[in-house]
């Protein structure tokens, strides 16, 4: 062996020595629980950081506020995953134009006093007009921000944005200045049952008597297709709340068209029917994951959402 081998590997020894082995962590680093409620933190934390922060106890009580809140403003770019109810009465404009963007938190996180939005919104949406709108719902607060990530695990969006104040800058003369990167003023809103007005399960179709003669056989706890024709120029939304509509249901297919980006996807007749059948009998899909890995890799998100507003998921 060359002796410049022999020092090198003699190195690699010394180095060793006096190592041991190190146990693994058994699970990921949770951190230890907090006194206050994650709603009274994350207003405090928001507040501290320049957010107007707003609570109020039902919808009604929101509506009521943003009656006479966005009288102030022109026009609004609002968000597909805004509830309608909960869209200002106000001329629509493009981002760039609007005075207001309105946009559907899909957390908000205690530690930093943030909130956490879907690059599904549209990003122009959330930085470009010079006020900012985020509807909270009272149940997505909570304290630390794995919390957040772990409730997107299942259908996580392509990319997140944490807003954590008014866009504000020091960079030229150590002067802060605000809305140099995005909006100046940042109102937060957490509203309590605000899930009460996501878009609801479909009303099934209705029941017909049976015929005289024998029916032919069909698969047992299968998709009624006549119930899926039914949600043609419907509104859903998915798991994470992303608004889309039903465009067009063919002999085979369902085509979708997504609001914030109007893209077009088509869900294959016979993978809902395949999903139907395995959920009728016994086996959970609890989401787009499952049913990408048990039925079909095509548009799992939105075709979870058709199954979920039929009630077969």
């Known amino acids: 062996m060359p002796d410049a081998k022999r020092r090198i590997l003699r190195r690699v020894r010394r180095a060793l020595e006096g190592r041991w082995p190190v146990e693994a962590p058994t699970g990921p680093w949770r951190p230890a629980a907090e006194a206050a409620s994650a709603v009274e933190r994350f207003l405090a934390h928001a507040e501290?950081?320049?957010?107007?922060?707003?609570r109020f106890e039902s919808p009604a009580a929101a509506r009521a506020w943003l009656a006479d809140?966005?009288?102030?403003?022109?026009?609004?770019a609002v968000s597909p995953r805004v509830p309608a109810p909960l869209a200002p009465a106000l001329p629509t404009a493009p981002p760039e134009e609007a005075g207001l963007g309105v946009s559907r938190a899909l957390a908000a996180v205690a530690d930093t006093g943030s909130v956490l939005l879907?690059?599904?919104?549209?990003r122009r949406l959330q930085l470009l007009p010079p006020a900012h709108l985020v509807w909270v719902d009272e149940a997505e607060v909570v304290q630390h921000l794995g919390e957040a990530?772990?409730?997107?695990?299942d259908d996580p969006p392509s990319?997140?944005?944490?807003?954590?104040?008014?866009?504000?800058?020091a960079d030229i003369g150590q002067i802060m200045v605000q809305g140099v990167h995005g909006p100046g003023r940042l109102v937060v809103a957490v509203v309590r049952g605000l899930a009460e007005l996501e878009a609801g399960p479909a009303e099934p179709p209705p029941t017909r008597e049976a015929p005289s003669h024998t029916p032919e056989a069909t698969p047992p706890a299968g998709l009624d297709w006549a119930a899926v024709r039914a949600l043609e120029g419907r509104r859903l939304a998915t798991k994470r709340?992303?608004?889309?509509?039903?465009e067009k249901v063919t002999e085979n297919t369902?085509?979708?068209?997504?609001?914030?980006?109007?893209?077009?996807y088509t869900l294959r007749r016979h993978c809902l029917e395949k999903a139907a059948r395995l959920a009728a009998?016994?086996?959970?899909?609890?989401?787009?994951?499952?049913?990408?890995?048990?039925?079909?890799?095509?548009?799992?998100?939105?075709?979870?959402?058709?199954?979920?507003?039929?009630?077969?998921?």
Not at 118 to 122: F, P, R, T
Not at 256 to 264: I, L, Q
């Open 48 to 54: 501290a950081s320049g957010v107007e922060v707003r």
């Open 69 to 76: 809140w966005a009288a102030g403003f022109q026009s609004a």
């Open 118 to 122: 879907s690059s599904a919104e549209g």
């Open 149 to 153: 990530l772990g409730r997107l695990a």
């Open 159 to 169: 990319a997140l944005a944490l807003h954590s104040g008014p866009s504000k800058s």
């Open 241 to 246: 709340g992303d608004a889309f509509t039903v």
């Open 254 to 264: 369902a085509v979708v068209r997504v609001g914030s980006s109007n893209k077009t």
């Open 281 to 313: 009998s016994g086996t959970p899909i609890p989401g787009p994951v499952a049913y990408r890995k048990l039925a079909c890799n095509e548009a799992p998100a939105y075709a979870w959402a058709v199954l979920r507003a039929l009630g077969r998921v």
